[in-house]
T-cell receptor, first 119, second 114 residues
Framework: AQKITQTQPGMFVQEKEAVTLDCTYD???????LFWYKQPSSGEMIFLIY??????QNATEGRYSLNFQKARKSANLVISASQLGDSAMYFC????????????????FGAGTRLFVKA | DARVTQTPRHKVTEMGQEVTMRCQPI?????VFWYRQTMMQGLELLAY????????DSGMPKDRFSAEMPDATLATLKIQPSEPRDSAVYFC????????????FGQGTRLTVV
């Protein structure tokens, strides 16, 4: 069974500093994708970054990077140089299977971490 | 600007009434997800479709919820009869099978059942 765990309900970070949001996952599938989404107070879900289970390098997108440790089954999000606009809920998600699998493509989400950026 | 469109954005209804939420996926996307978000349960996957066929609706209460895709440009989620515990934000998301990419979310329908 799939499971995503985000152990930090809330995090505070000083503006311009880096912050790491934790995510661990559990799957028996060898092929999967890991995602991070941001949900600001307006409510929409914004895709941030993706990491495939076979990707050898950690994914990066601007100020976002994903610290992928496959053996530990962790996929932590690192936000560098935090900005006030980064204050939001952050969700880690996993999608099991790749296109060659039938019946795959199911995505589940963790409980989220609320990030507060202090001025 | 390709986006997932959900209607209505807000819905207040009385207990026992039927509620229908609609979703227009991004043109060309063949996978559609329905999620429900509450404070207590977070984001729950209710159902998802590929090429209009339901692949998994195990997260959906079968007695009152139903999800369909009448055509490739419309997905619907229906609750009949609605109950106060159904109050939540319902998100639709779409994706394209065969590409390792994110699912694009709509802005959600905020449902309040009184």
């Amino acid at each position: 069974a799939q499971k995503i765990t985000q152990t930090q309900p809330g995090m505070f970070v000083q503006e311009k500093e880096a912050v790491t949001l934790d995510c661990t996952y559990d799957t028996s599938d060898q092929s999967y994708g890991l995602f991070w989404y941001k949900q600001p107070s307006s409510g929409e879900m914004i895709f941030l970054i993706y990491q495939g289970s076979y990707d050898e390098q950690n994914a990066t997108e601007g100020r976002y990077s994903l610290n992928f440790q496959k053996a530990r089954k962790s996929a932590n999000l690192v936000i560098s140089a935090s900005q006030l606009g980064d204050s939001a809920m952050y969700f880690c998600a996993m999608r099991e299977g790749l296109e060659h699998r039938t019946g795959g493509f199911k995505t589940i989400f963790g409980a989220g971490t609320r990030l507060f950026v202090k001025a | 600007d390709a986006r997932v469109t959900q209607t209505p954005r807000h819905k207040v209804t009385e207990m026992g009434q039927e509620v229908t939420m609609r979703c227009q996926p991004i043109l060309g996307h063949n996978t559609v997800f329905w999620y429900r978000q509450t404070m207590m349960q977070g984001l729950e996957l209710l159902a998802y479709f590929r090429n209009r066929a339901p692949l998994d609706d195990s997260g959906m209460p079968k007695d009152r919820f139903s999800a369909e895709m009448p055509d490739a440009t419309l997905a619907t989620l229906k609750i009949q009869p609605s109950e106060p515990r159904d109050s939540a934000v319902y998100f639709c998301a779409s994706a394209l099978q065969g590409t390792i990419t994110e699912a694009f979310f709509g802005q959600g329908t905020r449902l309040t059942v009184v």
